[in-house]
């Protein structure tokens, strides 16, 4: 069966490309709406600080509720919190949608369209997200052994997420030429068809199985915290980057609401084009161990985010963002492997929710932060940026910590093989 350890670990493939088709369908909905919320907001009436505030309500979402979903993996199972993710988040995107499309048609007063945007874009969508990763992480753990099958299994999950980070932008910006909304009413369909696939193709948990004993786990374990640091670090830098260029591009740029969906489309593609090409191209070929990604990663970044801040046009924004993605390419795996190679596989699916609760963190703190700074100057968020990058390039390659993970090197074999 699907959850039994014994039988999934001759035949894991097929259930890992499931809960990744569950992360890729989420994250593509995502991406799809994110190149249009920049204009989308000028539109509505809503400041930059407005905008991530709502993003920030959605990550506290996630970051609060990621260990309640890694606890219900293993009490319900993967299949059931799975199929519940992906159908609230379905249901929230829809509401989001309708809700922008009564708010562009001026019937509602603006404090009310953003307690209600609040309410869809930022709290429903936040809970419902934050189940899918956290249950994809635990389940690959669960099934994976060993270093070299660890990474291979996350970089597949990583894959997931930077094919997503591809496509969804990319989608949303050559449907945004149909206007803003189309993205936004599309996205909800997709997440349908996902998990109609889910539903149909996952087989369901054992009835009466005995379920494994959990451990909760501290972020301040020694074992744990320079890699959780390192997690915030990168996803930090991206996410300044991610909820601000939108507004870049119009100003710098000076273009429409339509036109600013669709160039932000293309800029974040860049950067998820990177991190497909590097996840299912060269991390597997590479045969790194987890410490050597982490510090590529975070030296590759620190340029990217230099290139963005002395950016001046849309290509330049592009490339810079490409050179993020190629860094985050690089660290994601090794970011997501060490912590579970460290802990045992009591420990696994609260490790999981660590993990995915750090990255929700960035995009709680990150949108306040980058268009709060944005609103001052528009330079200032990068700024900071390539500052805090540089400072945890310095952090990841003298703290032994992220040297700590025992095992031999990373074998070189192929995403697939």
């Known amino acids: 069966m699907f959850e039994n350890s014994s039988e999934a670990a001759g035949n894991s493939r097929r259930p890992i490309l499931l809960v990744c088709l569950a992360v890729f369908g989420l994250m593509t909905g995502q991406q799809m709406v994110n190149p249009i919320l920049a204009p989308l907001a000028r539109e509505l009436g809503f400041s930059e600080l407005a905008l991530g505030l709502v993003m920030t309500v959605g990550a506290s979402g996630v970051v609060l509720t990621s260990p309640f ?33 009564v708010g562009l048609s001026g019937v509602l007063a603006v404090p009310l369209l953003f307690v209600l945007v609040l309410l869809t874009r930022g709290l429903a969508f ?115 980057v991610l ?41 597997p070929r590479l045969g790194w161990r987890p410490a050597r990604l982490i510090q590529t990663g975070a030296l590759i970044m620190t340029v990217g985010m230099v290139a963005v801040t002395v950016a001046q046009t849309g290509v330049l924004v592009a490339v810079g963002v490409g050179v993020l993605g190629l860094g985050l390419g690089f660290g994601m795996p090794g970011i997501m492997s060490a912590p579970t190679l460290l802990a045992g596989k009591e420990e696994q699916s609260s490790v999981a929710g660590l993990l995915n609760s750090c990255t929700a963190l960035t995009f709680m703190v990150g949108p306040l932060i980058g268009n709060g700074l944005y609103e001052i100057a528009p330079a200032v968020p990068y700024v900071l940026g390539a500052v805090m990058m540089a400072a945890l390039t310095v952090f990841v390659f003298v703290h032994p910590g992220v040297r700590q993970v025992p095992a031999a090197r990373v074998e070189a074999r192929a995403l697939a093989g």
């Open 69 to 101: 979903w890694g606890r219900r993996a293993i009490a319900w199972g993967h299949r059931p919190v799975l199929l519940t993710s992906l159908v609230g988040a379905m249901a929230a995107l829809l509401a989001f949608a309708v809700v922008a499309q």
């Open 126 to 240: 936040g809970l419902a997200w934050a189940a899918t990763p956290v249950t994809a992480q635990s389940y690959v753990a669960d099934v994976t052994t060993g270093e070299a099958e660890r990474i291979r299994g996350m970089s597949l999950f990583g894959a997931a997420q930077g094919l997503a980070l591809a496509v969804g932008p990319a989608l949303g910006g050559l449907l945004s030429f149909g206007g803003l909304l189309v993205p936004m009413y599309v996205a909800p369909v997709i997440l349908g068809a996902i998990a109609v696939v889910l539903w149909l193709s996952l087989p369901k948990p054992q009835a009466h199985r005995e379920r494994p004993v959990t451990v909760k786990v501290s972020a301040f374990d020694r074992r744990m915290w320079p890699f959780l640091t390192a997690c915030f670090g990168m996803y930090l830098g991206l996410t300044l």
């Open 243 to 283: 909820m601000t260029v939108g507004f870049l591009l119009q100003d710098r740029l000076h273009l429409a609401a339509d036109e600013t969906g669709q160039a932000t489309g293309l800029v974040m593609l860049a950067g998820a084009g990177m991190i497909v090409l590097v996840q299912a191209l060269v991390i």
